[in-house]
């Protein structure tokens, strides 16, 4: 049977590999597997069956007759031969039928795999095929024998017909079963629907054919090349094969590559019509219901890297290609890294500068592309900036913009290998599904099974140990082993099974809760296994090992992620990918010393793969993403300073302190346009408890790093930004604010500088820009700074978004750390009569006078963003904002200081220290004149607001005497 069933699995997986129906090959299967076993137990077991009825016959006889004589041991004998032969062609029969009845079963659990991939694509509305079969006919195989995308063909049905008419010893069955009926019967998927999918493509060309014929002569060199294009489509039609398929791909590929470009002087219509009438044809090619997306990709690819060295760096057409989610980035990438040549090639040093910058840099918003997908490409061109004697004309600089643009910092501090570079390889081979060698699959569903099965049960030891020693031993046994390639094609297939394990589940009718058990009973076996190979990885001292394994297997689980995201949309379910990362980051945070040896690391690897992660790279990701950073066991290892952790806490926060800067971006726009839609709402009120958990439990971090976080949180969030503003070390007694007399300047941490560990200086750009500045800071030149100050600050004319944030920020904080040195300098401490008169002060007032209202506002929060707890920045920058109030020349700037300090009171607590002694300390001093101003009462809920501020600010007493000030008034 076992013979039977091999050779029938092999045999209908490659007749049935192109087709698409999955009942047909599986009644074909069962017919075939029917027949055969049915054949080879009519062959095998005739001849024994007919001794062994025999045999027991003369010894059933010989026990009832003792004592007989040689005439009855004949009779006997001519008895047993005569009952014998009567009998064994039934008891054949049901041998066969035995035989058949134990293979149906076991054909369709050898299959089943095959069948749920074409269910899986018909419920996706996708034709399926199997793409590496498919280049292999269109590559290798003749054309009389090659086979076609669709069903198989009316003679090989036939076979199946024959299969399903006809039990070996039994006579041929004349009228068709219903089940032979399953295979001539047409397909859910119309069979000429290929052919349909041309027809539609054929007739949109000629009507760009005709619109062209008023815009060029036939002679033109692209309306030439759509009409011979249009001929390639009908001949892929009328064939319908794959050679005309593939010749067709490579046609409209070097067709784009020859003659498009957006450079082309005139004639822009003609331009756009041509390079659509290609796109047209490739997608109507990568069409599912035709040849899918995997083997469309890969053969343009294929022919974008292999085109002629003329036309292979048309940067308008590749971006045209990509833009469109035609080319495999990954396989384009390396090509691109490999064909510089270590900088040789300058034609392709220049190409990959170009890509690197429309995607990095100029387009880095607005393109499918992220800095991952060009991972290779960036670290080469790092490459051929640092070790070239001379690197070529603005290499130096783009590299730069690119770290200085990719947040978190993707380039690997050693190029050329290190834990980064495996993760971006695990990210590259998440999508590397062509190729895998046959039976991997099988191997892959088998050992994963295994797996499970002794995870769970009682035997596997403690943390599964004993398990695990056994298992190894399967996975050597299956070749796993032999190959880094190998291994990781294997971890690539596991996370896929047990993500499309968890869909089907989430399918199911069943509480929430029975299908999370059933989830995660396989997915915490699968990390458990990945942990424990992480673990013994290597020799018991070889981290770097270790670090790798973990790196690939994490990139693997992240690219898997963002091509699930793409592909499903709104279908794509988080909960696979977050119980695998966080049940991983259990389990590698145990109280292991081995663990505790590459403790960094491992929050390295995690960290960097939560930012390749972040919510604006894959939003339906982002509620599990936020959990997992927000969970107290991640947040303790990232920032509690424990013995263990000291000599890289510092790092750790840095990396921590860059998840929470790609949170505040991805929420920004919608808090900045007021759009909290509900899953918004939602999003943002994790956050907000975040952030209250870390001003409880860690102040310090908010404290190193709220200007990078204040950078980032748009100017209309007072609540999120008082919160990190309120932080303050946990070592420090805040004075009381309301203290009737507080003498500020007497305090003792008053004169101590904070700790910022934001790089702002960096953000002053250009680099004439800060040479002018440090220049005018000094020397009070050159004098026409002052005056061009708002053109540097002013990028656009669009309201809301005229200033350059970053930079106003960075030139405030700047500029008063240059203030206080200065003042410190001439050994007297900052307040309202120093900070007076100085070349710091000329530019603050510069700003709050030559800047439109919109400019003012946002330097007026730069100021106030300093205004935390004791020290010197908090005094410095209290006694700028009440000098700027008392010296302003019009009550506008005055009304706008007011402003920025009480929309900040009037939200919830917590208020930042020196905010309040500021507010205080303005409207309490009468040399401000604060209740004398207009914009006090303009309205009577604006007087009554005040009033309220004033008396939750100050003593009774106090408030009592405002008040009859006012009556006074």
């Known amino acids: 049977m076992k013979i039977a069933l091999t050779a029938c699995e092999q045999i209908v997986k490659k007749d049935f590999a192109l087709d698409h129906e999955q009942s047909r090959m599986r009644a074909a299967a069962r017919h075939m597997v029917a027949y055969m076993t049915a054949g080879m137990a009519m062959l095998t077991c005739r001849e024994p069956l007919l001794i062994g009825i025999s045999n027991n016959l003369k010894a059933q006889f010989a026990a009832a007759l003792r004592g007989t004589n040689q005439s009855q041991k004949d009779a006997v004998e001519q008895t047993a031969q005569v009952v014998a032969a009567d009998n064994a062609e039934l008891a054949c029969c049901f041998i066969q039928k035995s035989a058949v009845e134990k293979a149906l079963p076991e054909m369709d659990k050898r299959l089943a795999t095959d069948f749920e991939l074409r269910k899986l694509a018909r419920n996706e509305g996708r034709r399926y095929c ?41 006579l041929p069955s004349p009228e068709p079963t219903a089940a032979q009926a399953i295979l001539t019967k047409p397909a859910p998927f119309a069979a000429d629907e290929v052919t349909q999918i041309f027809d539609k493509c054929a007739s949109e060309l000629e009507q760009y054919l005709q619109l062209l014929a008023t815009m060029a002569p036939p002679s033109n060199p ?59 044809v490739l997608k109507a090619l990568q069409d599912p219901r035709a040849y899918g997306p995997e083997w469309t990709n890969k053969q343009i690819t294929r022919h974008l890297v292999e085109c002629r060295e003329k036309y292979k760096y048309n940067l308008d057409a590749v971006d045209s290609l990509i833009r469109n989610h035609l080319v495999n980035m990954q396989q384009y990438d390396q090509h691109l890294a490999q064909s510089m040549e270590a900088g040789l090639n ?38 051929i900036s640092m070790h070239s004697q001379q690197p070529p004309d603005g290499l130096t600089p783009l590299i730069e913009m690119v770290k200085a643009s990719i947040d978190g910092g993707v380039l690997d501090k050693t190029p050329g290998g290190g834990p980064t570079s495996m993760m971006h390889s695990g990210i590259s081979q998440a999508r590397d599904q062509y190729d895998d060698p046959p039976g991997l699959h099988e191997k892959a569903e088998f050992l994963l099974r295994e797996w499970v099965t002794m995870y769970h049960t009682p035997a596997a030891g403690r943390d599964s140990t004993k398990a695990f020693s056994a298992f190894i031993g399967q996975m050597n046994q299956q070749g796993i082993l032999k190959t880094d390639d190998l291994i990781t094609r294997f971890f690539r297939l596991c996370t896929e099974m047990c993500v499309e394990l968890c869909y089907r589940a ?72 977050h119980r695998i990362l966080f049940m991983l980051f259990l389990e590698l945070n145990g109280p292991e010393s081995i663990l505790e040896a590459i403790n960094f690391p491992v929050l390295s690897a995690f960290c960097n793969t939560l930012h390749i992660l972040r919510p604006a790279k894959a939003p339906a990701f ?79 971090f908010l404290c190193d790093y709220h200007y990078g976080f204040c950078d980032v949180i748009p100017p209309n969030c007072i609540q999120m930004r008082n919160l990190i503003l309120s932080a303050f070390p ?26 910022i560990l934001t790089n702002f200086i960096t953000v002053i750009q250009p680099a004439s820009f800060k040479k002018d500045l440090d220049s005018y800071i000094k020397t009070r030149s050159p004098v026409t700074f002052l005056s061009k100050l708002r053109t540097n600050l002013q990028v656009s004319n669009e309201a809301g978004m005229r200033y350059n ?35 710091h002060m000329d530019i603050f007032q510069n700003l709050a006078v030559d800047l439109d209202t919109e400019g003012r506002y946002l330097f007026l929060n730069a100021i106030a963003n300093q205004l935390r707890y004791p020290n010197s920045h908090t005094h410095y920058f209290s006694c700028t904002l009440l000098y700027l109030f008392a010296e302003a020349n019009n009550e506008q700037l005055q009304e706008l200081i007011t402003r920025v300090l009480l929309e900040r009171m009037i939200v919830n607590r917590p208020h930042p220290w020196g905010l309040l002694i500021t507010f205080i300390e303005l409207i309490k001093n009468p040399t401000f004149k604060f209740w004398n101003h207009e914009f006090v009462r303009c309205a009577p809920e604006i007087e009554k607001l005040f009033e309220s501020v004033a008396r939750s600010c100050m003593q009774p007493k106090q408030a009592q005497s405002i008040a009859g000030e006012q009556e006074v008034h």
């Open 346 to 383: 300058f034609m392709a040093v220049a190409f990959a500068m170009q890509i690197v910058k429309l995607y990095c840099i100029d387009e880095k918003h607005n393109t499918p592309v992220s800095e991952s997908d060009l991972y290779n490409t960036i670290e080469t061109l790092a490459r």
């Open 222 to 280: 692209q309306v030439a090349a759509l009409h011979n294009l249009l001929e390639a489509v009908l001949m892929a039609r009328n064939t319908r094969d794959i050679v005309a398929a593939h010749a067709l791909l490579q046609k409209a590929v070097e067709g784009l590559l020859e003659g498009f470009t957006q450079l082309l002087q005139g004639d822009h219509d003609l331009t756009v019509r041509f390079r659509d009438g290609h796109l047209l």
């Open 730 to 755: 946990r070592n420090m007694r805040l004075p009381d604010p309301f203290t009737p007399n507080l003498k500020v300047d007497m305090l003792t941490e008053i004169n101590h500088p904070p700790r």
């Open 622 to 700: 982002a509620y599990a993403w936020l959990e997992v950073v927000s969970h107290r066991l991640f947040l303790s290892r990232m920032l509690a300073i424990t013995p263990q952790q000291k000599h890289y806490a510092s790092q750790a926060w840095g990396m921590y302190a860059q998840l929470l800067v790609d949170l505040f971006k991805f929420l920004a726009p919608f808090l900045r346009n007021a759009d909290m839609a509900k899953p918004v709402q939602l999003l943002y009120k994790g956050t907000l408890r975040l952030l209250l958990v870390l001003l409880h439990d860690f102040p310090e």
């Open 506 to 577: 989430l399918n199911e009718q069943h509480s929430q809760s029975i299908i999370r058990v059933k989830c995660f009973h396989t997915l915490d076996a699968y990390v458990r296994l990945i942990a424990l190979l992480v673990k013994h990885s290597g020799d018991v001292n070889s981290t770097v090992t270790k670090i790798n394994l973990l790196n690939k297997v994490i990139g693997l689980v992240a690219g898997l992620l963002l091509q699930d995201h793409e592909v499903r949309g709104t279908d794509f379910q988080q909960l696979p990918y």
């Open 130 to 170: 199997d793409p590496t079969v498919l280049t292999y006919q269109a590559e290798r195989m003749p054309e009389q024998i090659r086979m076609k995308v669709g069903g198989v063909t009316p003679s090989q049905i036939a076979v199946y017909e024959v299969f399903a008419r006809n039990v070996p010893g039994f």
């Open 805 to 839: 944030i970053p930079l106003m920020n960075a030139l405030v904080l700047y500029v008063g750390t240059q203030a206080i040195a200065y003042i410190h300098q001439k050994g007297l401490t900052p307040s309202m009569s120093t900070i007076t008169h100085s070349s």
